[in-house]
C-alpha cells in the first residue's frame, strides 16, 4: 500500500512541474543556433602555433630555394655562354652575392613580419 501511495505522489508530483512548465518560443531553436553562428564568425580565429611554425619552414624551403634556382640557373647561363673560367670572374661572382643578399634580406623582413605580428596580437 505504501509503494501505491508513492506511485501516487510521485505522479502528482510529475503532473504538477509538467503544468508549471514554461513553453519555449516555437522558434527558440532558430534563434540559439543563428545565436551560435554569429559568435562564431564574430569571434577572431586562434592561430594554432604549429601551424605557425609549419609556415615559417614553408616561407623558408620557398624563399632559398627560389634563390638556389636562380643561382643555379645563373652559373649554367654564365657556362653556356662564357666557359667555366667565366664562373671564377669578378662579375659572375659580384652578381651571385647580389642574389643571395637580396634573398636574405627578403627573408630577413618575412621574419620580421612575423615577429611583429606576433607581438602586436599579444598585446
Do not use: C
Not at 31 to 59: A, F, Y
Not at 63 to 89: C, D, H, K, N, R
Amino acid at each position: 500500500m505504501n509503494e501505491k501511495n508513492n506511485l501516487d505522489n510521485d505522479g502528482l508530483i510529475r503532473r504538477m512541474l509538467q503544468s508549471s512548465k514554461l513553453s519555449a518560443p516555437e522558434n527558440l531553436k532558430h534563434r540559439i543556433m543563428h545565436q551560435i553562428e554569429s559568435e562564431k564568425v564574430l569571434t577572431p580565429k586562434r592561430i594554432n602555433p604549429k601551424r605557425e611554425s609549419i609556415g615559417m619552414l614553408t616561407d623558408f624551403k620557398s624563399i632559398f630555394g627560389t634563390m638556389y634556382l636562380l643561382l643555379f640557373g645563373l652559373s649554367v647561363f654564365t657556362v653556356i655562354f662564357g666557359g667555366t673560367e667565366a664562373l671564377a670572374s669578378t662579375q659572375f661572382i659580384l652578381l651571385a652575392s647580389l642574389v643571395s643578399v637580396v634573398f636574405v634580406s627578403f627573408w630577413g623582413l618575412t621574419k620580421l613580419d612575423v615577429y611583429l605580428r606576433e607581438k602586436r596580437k599579444t598585446k
